[in-house]
């Protein structure tokens, strides 16, 4: 299972980005898709949620700022992220969690898949 995440950059506080992340690979089902951030010098933390019933979870720092949203036909999830603030500077990582096919006796298994992770800075 492999996730690609894209869409950082550059913004100014005030303005607006949104991430996207592709899940690939082969697998029986995604149980959910999210955002995770890491500032430097600090930890990972988590920034969003979207489940496969469409059930929606924020960390209270991004709540009616960021939004998540998929197209499940595209195995994709994206982060519409809006009146970004310098404090939302870090690297963003998608992950992907879920349920891989058995082979013969062996049964399906979960996954729990990381993206390579995309800068966004956010200038004051």
């Known amino acids: 299972v492999q996730l690609q995440a894209s869409g950082g950059g550059l913004a100014q506080a005030g303005g607006s980005l949104t991430l996207s992340c592709v899940i690939s690979?082969?697998?029986?089902?995604?149980?959910?898709m999210g955002w995770y951030r890491q500032a430097p010098g600090k930890e990972r933390e988590f920034v969003a949620r979207?489940?496969?019933?469409?059930?929606?979870e924020y960390a209270g720092s991004v709540k009616d700022r960021f939004t998540i949203t998929r197209e499940s036909d595209k195995n994709t999830v994206y982060l519409h992220m809006n009146s970004l603030r310098p404090e939302d500077t870090a690297v963003y990582y998608c992950?992907?969690?879920?349920?891989?096919?058995?082979?013969?006796?062996?049964?399906?298994?979960?996954?729990?898949?990381w993206g390579q992770g995309t800068q966004v800075t956010v200038s004051s």
């Open positions: 992950n992907g969690v879920g349920f891989l096919h058995g082979k013969g006796w062996s049964p399906g298994r979960n996954f729990n898949s």
């Open positions: 979207i489940s496969a019933t469409g059930d929606h």
């Open positions: 690979g082969t697998f029986h089902s995604i149980s959910s």
